[in-house]
């Protein structure tokens, strides 16, 4: 999906439920006919009914393009930071098996709910909160965007977070959530902001996030690996912020909120002088260019979701719930 194209005005009446259910929301012009301004008024992403038929197309699409290795057959349902691992993830696979992945096991999701905001502007997205038949009692959680009234929804984030740990969303009286914005001051940390904080903190720590998984232990187990006989490695983070990398948020009942981000990541083998980098494994080869000589620069993209409490609120370090992190390229010297 092009993302720089801007948002559509609907020039008759949208059949759709979601549309029905917002008639406050439509001006008369002088002709009679009904225009919604969905740039400017304040509406649902989308209908329950239109989000779970959005999932089970994502779902749909994205068994296909794993059985078969195929990225063409779920590119039209993902886009961001997903769709960035997936295409490189199925380029690989294809690279390896291309009569497909023997190993195939369908992704099957149930428990499912959806937190869907509303909000002016696009784009409009929603979250699905999900049990599936991977990951253990991981709960997934899906962030599904559309840019405009006729374009489809995508998956943009896809995260795992540990069960007990999604928290509870505001809502209003109708059940619609609060989407919090990027520049909100009204939080520890800026939803705008935490893909810079993040990049930075992983380079010279800080106390912008709390001790974890995806930070404090990540951070020393990088440390521990950037020196080993023969063999250094050097990390490069940066933010990805733009476009349909783009964070999200929606509010939790307790004031603060949680974000979805994305982040862009590099890491540098580098082989002493009568050694040579280590066998990277087939599927890194399958996303590498050049010839692996005494370097192997690999280039990946995470996503992670976390909790940033509200300022002024007890601890005002942001906590990362989940990430998922996926090689997207590799280049050998």
């Not at 930071?81 to 999701?109: E, V, W």
Request: some cysteine.
């Amino acid at each position: 999906m092009s993302r720089d194209r801007g948002p559509r005005r609907l020039r008759r009446l949208d059949r759709s439920a979601l549309i029905a259910a917002s008639v406050t929301a439509l001006s008369m012009t002088a002709s009679g006919c009904v225009v919604v301004h969905g740039e400017r008024e304040v509406l649902p992403a989308t209908t329950k009914a239109e989000a779970a038929k959005a999932l089970q197309q994502f779902t749909n699409a994205y068994n296909a393009a794993d059985k078969a290795y195929d990225s063409s057959l779920d590119a039209s349902h993902v886009t961001g930071a997903l769709g960035a691992i997936d295409a490189a993830r199925l380029k690989a696979g294809k690279a390896n098996s291309p009569s497909g992945n023997a190993s195939h096991t369908p992704l099957k999701l149930s428990d499912v709910t959806y937190t869907i905001p509303q909000k002016a502007g696009w784009p409009r997205w929603f979250v699905a909160d999900a049990a599936g038949n991977k990951g253990g009692s991981a709960r997934w959680l899906f962030v599904f965007t559309r840019d405009g009234m006729n374009e489809p929804f995508q998956v943009s984030y896809l995260t795992l977070v540990a069960e007990g740990k999604v928290p509870q969303f505001k809502k209003d009286a109708d059940g619609w959530a609060e989407a919090v914005p990027a520049n909100s001051t009204d939080l520890a940390t800026a939803p705008g902001d935490l893909s810079k904080d993040y990049t930075d903190y992983l380079k010279s720590g800080g106390d912008v996030f709390a001790d974890g998984s995806h930070t404090s232990v990540w951070r020393a187990d990088r440390a521990k690996g950037a020196i080993r006989p023969g063999l250094a490695t050097q990390y490069i983070d940066e933010p990805l912020a733009n476009d349909a990398y783009a964070p999200l948020a929606l509010r939790t009942q307790d004031g603060g909120a949680l974000v979805f981000f994305a982040t862009h990541h590099y890491v540098k083998e580098t082989a002493h002088s009568g050694t040579s980098v280590p066998n990277p494994g087939d599927a890194v080869l399958a996303l590498t260019t050049g010839e692996i000589k005494q370097s192997l620069m690999m280039e990946f993209v995470s996503n992670e979701v976390a909790l940033d409490p509200p300022k002024g609120a007890g601890d005002q370090q942001v906590d990362v719930l989940g990430r998922i992190q996926g090689l997207t390229s590799a280049k050998g010297s």
